[in-house]
């Protein structure tokens, strides 16, 4: 991973004293990383395509049902899961359902297994999905969880797109509460916990308890990324 970095550093060093470059962060923890670099920059999280969602038919949501969906593993390491199989093991999530839909399919299978050892029925594991079926998923859903491993790149320097599927469908988001996560749009649909159990339990309940808030499709999409990106260069 670390040579993943010299080349990044290098290539913006390389390229940011140009005049035709500009630089674009999808947060601000991002952008201080690369102080240094003295160029035209612009913030913009991550969008989603609303054109997937369009053609999907919508399905009645049940209150209770959580979808995690993504990748199982980051740069390789897990992704803090341990915490949410205890959660839904508990007593207190015992009528709650949780679909985890993502891969390699070789961790899937790592979590299924546990899964059958522990004898907990209410986490299905589905693996890969393919779009059609991410967002079917999630049009059942009530809640999209976000969760991740504490190391310094998942508590700072990302905008999961996950996220902004996870709203475009009308869940709540029950989120780590991690600095990166604390930065994004649309803040009145987000339900934190610290990295525990228990903080986790109380989190879905509230959520699942709660309305989602009504929020302005276009503003996450990527057609409007496209033009905030398109504008930068209009300048010039």
């Known amino acids: 991973m670390s040579s993943i970095f010299k080349v990044r550093n ?34 913009l999280p991550s969008g989603v395509d609303l054109e997937i969602f369009n053609t999907s038919k919508v399905d009645k949501k049940a209150s209770k049902k959580i979808s995690f969906i993504g990748n199982l593993l980051r740069f390789g390491k897990e992704r803090s899961l341990d915490t949410v199989i205890n959660a839904f093991s508990s007593p207190e999530l015992r009528d709650y359902q949780l679909n985890i839909a993502g891969g390699p399919d070789s961790e899937a299978k ?4 546990l899964l059958l050892e522990k004898n907990i029925p209410n986490i299905k594991v589905t693996g890969r999905l393919n779009r059609e079926e991410i967002v079917q998923e999630l049009l059942s859903s009530s809640v999209g969880l976000l969760v991740n491993a504490p190391d310094k790149h998942s508590k700072y320097f ?16 029950v989120a780590v509460d991690f600095p990166a996560h604390r930065v994004l749009p649309n803040q009145e649909n987000i339900f934190y916990f610290e990295n525990n159990t228990n903080s986790l339990i109380e989190a879905i309940k509230k959520a699942c308890n709660s309305d989602f808030k009504e929020i302005e499709l276009e503003e996450i999409s990527l057609n409007n990324r496209a033009k905030k990106i398109i504008e930068l260069f209009e300048k010039f």
């Open 10 to 43: 290098f290539v913006f060093t390389k390229v940011a004293s140009k005049d035709n470059v500009k630089v674009i962060f999808l947060n601000d923890f991002i952008r201080k990383e690369f102080s240094e670099i003295d160029t035209e920059n612009i913030l």
């Open 110 to 113: 790592k979590i299924k297994d």
């Open 158 to 173: 990302t905008s999961p797109l996950k996220y902004f599927e996870y709203l475009t469908a009308g869940l709540k988001v």
